[in-house]
């Protein structure tokens, strides 16, 4: 993801507030799913996962956005999505903040290579 957004400051810059944003939206997705909780949030991982989300969506072939329902970025979203369900059994994971932070990373890469380079938005056409 950080080679898709591009080098020095410009890119960081984009990168971090990507990875920001997944954090925020995966917190933001466990309090809208469990409003009264007064569970605490700790770590990284609705971030992390959010740029797990995000890779999904950039071709490593070719510098181009794959389109959210093509056949890579839905088989790994299904199967991203199972071994969360199955992480739902252990007990003090957020799985559903997971879930949020991959689905803010594949939504939000977007308009990060917009602002980012935008090279990398053409259509694989």
Known sequence: ?????GPGLR???????????CGVSAGLGYVL????????LVGASGAI???????????????????????GPAVTT????LFNVFLAEAEGIAWQ??????????LL??????IARHDLI???H
């Open 1 to 5: 993801v950080g080679r898709a957004l």
């Open 11 to 21: 890119g960081n810059l984009v990168f971090w507030l990507l990875f920001l944003s």
């Open 33 to 40: 799913l469990y409003p009264g909780s007064v569970d605490t």
């Open 49 to 71: 996962s959010g740029l797990l989300g995000a890779a999904v969506r950039v071709s490593v072939r070719r510098p181009i956005l794959r389109p959210l329902l093509a056949l």
């Open 78 to 81: 299904l199967a991203f999505c």
């Open 97 to 106: 903040a997971h879930l949020a932070g991959y689905l803010s990373g594949l």
């Open 109 to 114: 890469i977007g308009p990060a290579l917009h």
């Open 122 to 124: 053409r259509s694989p």
